[in-house]
């Protein structure tokens, strides 16, 4: 298809010419490493001649000490496009190589800390440390936290099954700066069990719910456990559920 386009040799020549110039380096110079003619090589930087080998377009691209892209007839916002559609194509492959700046638009960095939240059983999140990075899939994450730093930690247990089972990674948003709870939803909490995941529930009277998903935790009045406002200061709050990474 590149080689029908009337357009190509001048477009693709203009380039050519810019990092020849750029890297000082001659037609005869690209002829004797591509294993073309001299003339041939100035043909294709003076735009009377188009390569009709695309291999020969890469081939160049290696002896000027740029990309192919670069090489293309191609606006740079294509380029990024093709370079982000490759990226998500083959992701894994240079994930660990990649600045954040040029991630595919979908995705997003997180920090996975050490330690676990409890879900049933007791939580271990004492000395935090970030051990890992992992790359989330934006549309996963609550609307209004997506711009937000968050972090990310397996759970340990089953009380919010089916929502997360154990050995699954919960992403939430910590609270900072006097930020407090609003409204019902899963909250990291600290309780005399470590910190766990849970729903959290304000009742009209003030009192505070503690809710698991899976009912067998629940006493017969169908919640865990209503906190009466006078004792929830023992309470802490400590941040927002806002996505999820299931093992399956």
């Not at 386009?5 to 203009?14: G, V």
């Not at 049933?120 to 609550?142: L, Q, W």
Request: hydrophobic share 35%; with cysteine.
């Amino acid at each position: 298809m590149l080689i029908d386009n009337e357009d190509l040799p001048n477009l693709f020549s203009a380039k050519l010419r810019f990092f020849m110039d750029k890297k000082k380096i001659t037609g005869k110079v690209i002829g004797e490493k591509l294993g073309v003619s001299k003339s041939t090589a100035i043909s294709w930087a003076n735009g009377t001649r188009f390569p009709k080998d695309i291999l020969k377009i890469n081939e160049l691209a290696d002896v000027l000490g740029v990309s192919f892209l670069d090489l293309l007839p191609i606006t740079h916002k294509e380029k990024k496009t093709i370079v982000k559609n490759a990226l998500v194509d083959e992701f894994e492959q240079y994930i660990d190589y990649l600045p954040t700046s040029i991630l595919p638009d979908n995705l997003k960095t997180v920090s996975l800390t050490n330690g676990y939240i409890g879900a049933g059983s007791f939580g271990v999140n004492d000395d935090i440390e970030v051990v890992d990075k992992i790359y989330v899939d934006i549309n996963t994450i609550e609307k209004a936290y997506r711009n937000k730093e968050l972090e990310a930690i397996r759970v340990s247990g089953d009380s919010m099954k089916p929502y997360i089972n154990d050995g699954d990674i919960t992403l939430y948003c910590k609270f900072k700066n006097g930020e407090k709870a609003m409204g019902d939803g899963k909250y990291i909490i600290n309780t005399n069990q470590g910190e766990q995941i849970k729903n959290i529930k304000f009742m009209l009277n003030g009192n505070i719910r503690i809710i698991s998903e899976n009912p067998s935790y629940h006493t017969k009045d169908g919640y865990d456990e209503e906190i009466d406002k006078e004792s929830q200061e023992y309470l802490n709050i400590i941040g927002k559920v806002v996505g999820r990474i299931l093992k399956g």
